[in-house]
């Protein structure tokens, strides 16, 4: 595959013509579920932006069995450790948490960024919750932070904050435009977040989502 990242030349382009500041336009980025590093044994993920340019990463993402994964440590293009994603064992919701990284490497601080989990104990539940901070699910007065809806496998799902406000999509990818674009497999899509939100949390919310919905799936064209 020669080009998997997004053109986003001509977007930029009308947007200059009407007024629009860049840090106002949603940011699209092209998700490969490949790593950048040809491990043995081992998935990843590759994370290019609007120019093309490598810019987050997953090379240790384990293929082993859900009950025996570990930490998953999510960098930029560079290889700087930037979170640790860690599974939370004998969790029924699939509960991950998430810490910095000190220094840029992968030893994970004891703060913790975010906890995520599956809203259903249900298996085939691809919806999550995001609780930031130290807050978490275990009260029921608390509100998540962000909601994931749709359906993840068919990489048809937006990201929701705690107003209900979209703060990103993800759909499938398409290549090519017009009558002849093609729809591309399944590991590569679409990820589209709007101005003001960290695109390095929305990747991790992404990775683990990835992990709580592992199951082959039909890719479709989302509205």
């Known amino acids: 595959m020669s080009r998997v990242h997004p053109t986003q030349g001509k977007v930029d382009h009308v947007a200059a013509e009407i007024g629009v ?3 106002r336009r949603p940011s699209s980025w092209t ?32 293929r082993r069995l859900k009950s025996f994964e570990g ?8 290889g700087r450790a930037l979170l ?22 992968n030893k994970r601080s004891k703060l913790r960024v975010f906890s995520m989990r599956r809203c259903s104990i249900l298996q085939s539940s ?8 130290s807050n978490t699910a275990d009260s029921k007065s608390t509100k998540p932070s962000f909601q994931m ?18 703060v990103a999509k993800i759909c499938p990818k398409k290549a090519g435009g017009g009558g002849a674009a093609v729809m591309l497999g399944e590991d590569v899509f679409s990820l589209v977040v709007e101005p003001g939100v960290d695109c390095k949390l929305v990747m991790a919310f992404v990775v683990i989502m990835d992990r709580i ?10 509205s």
Request: charged share 30%; proline share 2%; with cysteine.
């Open 31 to 62: 998700v490969w579920k490949k790593s950048s590093m040809a491990f043995q044994g081992t998935d990843g993920f590759s994370v290019y932006d609007s120019e093309g340019k490598l810019s987050f990463r997953v090379d240790n993402y384990s």
């Open 149 to 166: 809806e749709g359906c993840f496998r068919r990489r048809c799902c937006k990201i929701r904050g705690s107003k209900g406000e979209e």
């Open 126 to 133: 691809d919806e999550a919750e995001v609780f930031m901070g």
């Open 71 to 78: 930490e998953i440590v999510l960098m930029d293009g560079d």
């Open 213 to 222: 919905c592992r199951r082959s799936f039909t890719p479709v064209i989302c």
């Open 84 to 105: 640790s994603l860690r599974p939370q064992f004998l969790s029924m919701h699939a509960r991950w948490n998430v810490y910095e990284c000190e220094d840029s490497s």
């Open 21 to 23: 500041a860049r840090d």
